[in-house]
């Protein structure tokens, strides 16, 4: 195995018409490279880790919404030595109601599949929010020593990508990033205008469990930044982000604009420094009013 794997023909296991299947072949490699004697999964949607398994002859649970096993609410069965996770990619596919009947799994097993479906999150932040809940129950399951190999992907909606990867919890000792190219799936037969930059891999993630107690977490943060209250913009940077954002203006806005922001509190001559760089640099232009302006070169 290396730190790209590609695989054009699917293999055998698991169902090539389930939406979001993946390649049997990665499982195969990914038991022979880490010589898995155990591998788990709980999102096992079409069977591809089982059927995997099951020739390999390495045992572990197998289960899924649409077998009636809902990670959210429910215990994990076993104490996993490894766990493959293949999560839903937000919404772009959706699993209970479409890949299978959610009526059905309401009658056999008695529960709603579509309450706790992680493809029918009602948006990014609520899907990312479930995503690490998910992470951690696992992993918190997981034994010491064992790995969780995680296969997921981007999206990109309006000119935004929203990305697992960027955004999944990473408990543990990460250890692996493998990119892993797609083949044969719906995106790949849609033809794109020139701006747009077709995605055609995938990530897995491979975190080590090196003790149980007490484990690393590394988690994402996404705050507003304003630029008036940092310690690494300059003068110019502030300058320029106020007159970019807000067109033309007169010295006296400007100011208004910087007051009561951290960037005044260390210097109480700020307005002279306020006038000092709009007249240091060419960007900056002023008219016969005193109306500022940014001009971009
Ligand atoms: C990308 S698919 C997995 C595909 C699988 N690797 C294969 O090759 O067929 C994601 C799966 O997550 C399942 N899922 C979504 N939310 C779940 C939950 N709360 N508990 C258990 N399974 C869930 C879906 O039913 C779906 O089968």
């Known amino acids: 195995m290396e730190s790209v794997v590609s695989y054009p023909d699917r293999g055998h296991g698991g169902r ?3 939406r979001g299947n993946c390649s049997p072949l990665l499982i195969e490699d990914l038991i022979q490279q880490y010589r898995l004697p155990y591998l788990s999964d709980y999102m096992v949607g079409s069977g591809t880790t089982e059927d995997v398994c099951r020739a390999k002859g390495v045992p572990g649970s197998f ?4 077998r009636g096993f809902d990670l959210v609410e429910m215990d994990i069965p076993d104490i996993p030595r490894n766990i493959f996770w293949h999560p839903p990619y937000g919404s772009m596919i959706i699993y209970s109601g479409e890949q299978y009947s959610a009526e059905e799994v309401l009658h056999r097993y008695g529960i709603d599949p579509k309450k706790n479906d992680l493809s029918r999150c009602k948006d990014w932040a609520e899907f990312v929010d479930m995503m690490n809940y998910c992470m951690m129950k696992q992993f918190a399951a997981l034994e010491r020593g064992g790995r969780m190999f995680t ?17 999944i919890v990473k408990p ?5 990033i493998i990119i892993k190219m797609q083949h044969n799936c719906v995106s790949s037969r849609t033809t794109y205008s020139g701006k747009f930059v077709p995605i055609v891999h995938e990530y897995l993630m491979v975190l080590r469990k090196d003790a149980a107690l007490m484990f690393p977490v590394s988690l994402p943060r996404r705050y507003d930044y304003d630029v008036r209250d940092s310690k690494a913009g300059t003068w110019r940077d502030v300058l320029v982000s106020i007159l970019s954002d807000k067109g033309r203006l007169p010295l006296s806005e400007i100011y208004r604009m910087v007051d009561g922001h951290k960037r005044t509190y260390s210097n109480q ?5 306020v006038r000092q760089t709009l007249q240091m640099y060419p960007c900056f232009r002023s008219d016969t009013q005193g109306i ?6």
């Open 151 to 167: 296969l997921m992907g981007d999206m990109k909606k309006k000119g935004t990508l929203y990305s697992m990867l960027a955004d």
């Open 172 to 176: 543990g000792t990460l250890e692996q």
């Open 269 to 273: 001559h700020w307005r002279e420094k």
């Open 63 to 66: 289960l899924d919404l649409n």
């Open 16 to 18: 090539s018409t389930y």
């Open 292 to 297: 500022w302006a940014y001009a971009a070169a």
